[in-house]
């Protein structure tokens, strides 16, 4: 079951980057630093702790950590249609969880709180697409449909089919605010 899931997980990242679903086009859309980075994530999360492959894969995702400024780590959960739009800065912390079909840009923090009532992490949602310059920090809820702006500050909960604009962020209802952001979802 264990492989099954993950070359699921592996084959719906690569679908959103390249719209091919055969795990033979991974070469050919290796040439996403977003998907490569996670595809060196999704396999350490499934290999067991004496795998001598492992070793070769902690090595290059220090590499790429340093040559495009990814720090995700493998313990984070990220669901399944995982798309980086761009290098740059992106910082997830290990104890957020991540939804299906999210997308994320670059110079976006996804943070932990360490004191006051919001200690802890965030946990959003499926479909979500945050801007970039974005930060989401503290234990805050992240609905389903949610489109977080360019440069918005997110420290509270946001509801399903929501846009978040600004800093301090503020709430804005719209049905489908995702619509043209999210392409490619299975």
């Known amino acids: 079951?264990?492989?099954?899931?993950?070359?699921?997980?592996?084959?719906?990242?690569?679908?959103?980057?390249?719209?091919?679903?055969?795990?033979?086009?991974?070469?050919?859309?290796?040439?996403?630093?977003?998907?490569?980075?996670m595809l060196i994530i999704?396999?350490?999360?499934?290999?067991?702790?004496?795998?001598?492959?492992?070793l070769v894969l902690r090595f290059l995702?220090?590499?790429?950590?340093?040559?495009?400024?990814?720090?995700?780590?493998?313990?984070?959960k990220i669901g399944p249609g995982f798309y980086i739009g761009h290098f740059g800065t992106i910082v997830i912390n290990q104890n957020s969880e991540t939804g299906k079909n999210c997308n994320i840009t670059h110079n976006?923090?996804?943070?932990?709180?360490?004191?006051?009532?919001?200690?802890?992490?965030?946990?959003?949602?499926?479909?979500?697409?945050i801007g970039t310059g974005s930060v989401i920090v503290g234990k805050i809820i992240i609905g389903n449909n949610v489109l977080i702006a360019p440069n918005s500050f997110v420290n509270f909960d946001v509801p399903n089919n929501?846009?978040?604009?600004?800093?301090?962020?503020?709430?804005?209802?719209?049905?489908?605010?995702?619509?043209?952001?999210i392409n490619n979802k299975l």
């Open 1 to 37: 079951m264990k492989k099954v899931m993950i070359n699921y997980i592996i084959s719906s990242d690569l679908y959103r980057f390249s719209q091919k679903k055969s795990i033979l086009s991974i070469i050919s859309t290796c040439k996403y630093p977003g998907f490569r980075y």
């Open 108 to 129: 976006v923090t996804i943070g932990r709180t360490n004191r006051g009532k919001l200690k802890g992490s965030p946990v959003i949602g499926d479909e979500v697409w």
């Open 42 to 54: 999704r396999l350490l999360a499934q290999m067991s702790r004496y795998n001598p492959i492992k």
């Open 162 to 181: 929501s846009i978040v604009i600004g800093n301090p962020g503020k709430i804005i209802r719209k049905n489908n605010p995702t619509k043209n952001y």
């Open 61 to 76: 995702k220090r590499r790429y950590m340093f040559k495009y400024g990814f720090q995700i780590s493998e313990k984070t």
